[in-house]
């Protein structure tokens, strides 16, 4: 199942750059893996509302996988810190994490849509707070 190299059992797949280290370390792979990462699968449109959002969630998909969630904790972190003016990254987040539910409704069971729900209802509390303080 996996396959070992080293140097002293087969130097003819050596190249002659490497090293018995990094030909041991390239080849603790099982067989058939491949060492890059694959790629996502492209975004498929179902219906109208999908296909509508089709070029964003194929660059949503060409990004690395954290870059979203960052952007949506530096803006959370960024509307909780500026005052009233807060709301606007804050409704950003909102309406980003929205688009995601109604993407992804269909896709979801009970308790994950409960979830999701309830993380959007935190981020919009968060921000009709901001928008009006006491």
Do not use: H
């Not at 002293?8 to 990462?37: F, H, M, Q």
């Not at 089709?54 to 996988?65: D, E, H, S």
């Not at 688009?99 to 309830?118: D, F, I, K, N, V």
Request: no cysteine; proline share 12%; net charge positive.
């Amino acid at each position: 199942m996996w396959e070992r190299l080293s140097a002293v059992a087969e130097p003819s797949r050596i190249g002659p750059g490497d090293t018995a280290r990094t030909a041991t370390l390239t080849a603790a792979y099982p067989v058939g893996v491949s060492k890059s990462p694959t790629p996502r699968p492209e975004p498929v449109a179902n219906n109208a509302f999908e296909r509508m959002s089709l070029p964003a969630t194929r660059f949503l998909a060409k990004q690395p996988p954290a870059a979203p969630v960052i952007v949506v904790l530096v803006l959370v972190l960024v509307g909780g810190f500026i005052g009233p003016w807060g709301a606007i990254p804050l409704g950003l987040v909102v309406l980003f994490l929205l688009w995601m539910l109604a993407l992804s409704w269909p896709r979801l069971t009970g308790p994950e849509r409960l979830m999701r729900l309830a993380v959007v209802a935190l981020v919009l509390a968060l921000t009709v707070t901001k928008v009006f303080p006491r």
